[in-house]
C-alpha cells in the first residue's frame, strides 16, 4: 500500500476521520532528510499498510496546516488516531527507529 498525498481538500477525508492511525509525514521538496526519508515510509506502508496509512502533506504547498499542527521543523511526522495528534517525530530516522517508534500502533 503506497503512501498517498494529502491536501487542505483531502485531510478531512484522508486524516481525521481514518479509521486506522494515520502517520502525516509534513515534508517540502528541498528538504534532503524528508527526500532521504520518502523511501523508508515507502516500505512501512507496504508491510504495515493494513495497520496505519502513511501519508505525505508537502508544507511548501499546503503551509495552513502545517501551521495549524506546529509544524516548525522537517521533517515532522504526526501519528493522528481518531482525528488527534497521538504522537510526534521529529527528524528523519532509520526504519527500525520508526518501527519502534511505531509499535504501538503498528502490533
Known sequence: MATST???TTFDAEVLKSSLPV???F????CGPCRALGPILEEISDEYGSK???VKLNT???SAIAIKYGVLALPTMNVF?????VK???GAKPKPVLLKD???FIA
Open 88 to 90: 510526534t517525530i521529529v
Open 81 to 85: 488516531v481518531n482525528g488527534e495528534v
Open 23 to 25: 502517520l502525516v509525514d
Open 60 to 62: 511548501d504547498e499546503e
Open 52 to 54: 496505519i496509512k502513511i
Open 6 to 8: 494529502v491536501t487542505t
Open 27 to 30: 515534508w517540502a521538496e528541498w
Open 102 to 104: 511505531l509499535a504501538s
